[in-house]
C-alpha cells in the first residue's frame, strides 16, 4: 500500500467505520494490512479519550 492509501484508511478509522464498511472501501489491499491500520487506530483513539 502506499502512503497515501494508509492514510485513507486511517482516516476512514477516525471517522468510526467499522473493520467491514472499510474492508468494502478498499477490496484492492490486503485484509490482513487494513486490519493492522484499523487496529492500530482504534488503539490511539481509545487511549486519547
Known amino acids: ?3 497515501q492509501d494508509v ?3 486511517e482516516s ?3 471517522c468510526g ?3 467491514e464498511a472499510i474492508l468494502k ?3 484492492q489491499f490486503p485484509r ?3 486490519e ?5 487506530i482504534r ?7
Request: proline fraction near 3%.
Open 7 to 9: 492514510r485513507a484508511v
Open 17 to 19: 467505520m467499522d473493520l
Open 36 to 40: 493492522k491500520i484499523f487496529l492500530k
Open 43 to 49: 488503539r490511539l483513539t481509545a487511549a486519547s479519550a
Open 1 to 3: 500500500m502506499k502512503e
Open 12 to 14: 476512514l478509522c477516525r
Open 32 to 34: 490482513t494490512e487494513i
Open 25 to 27: 472501501c478498499f477490496p
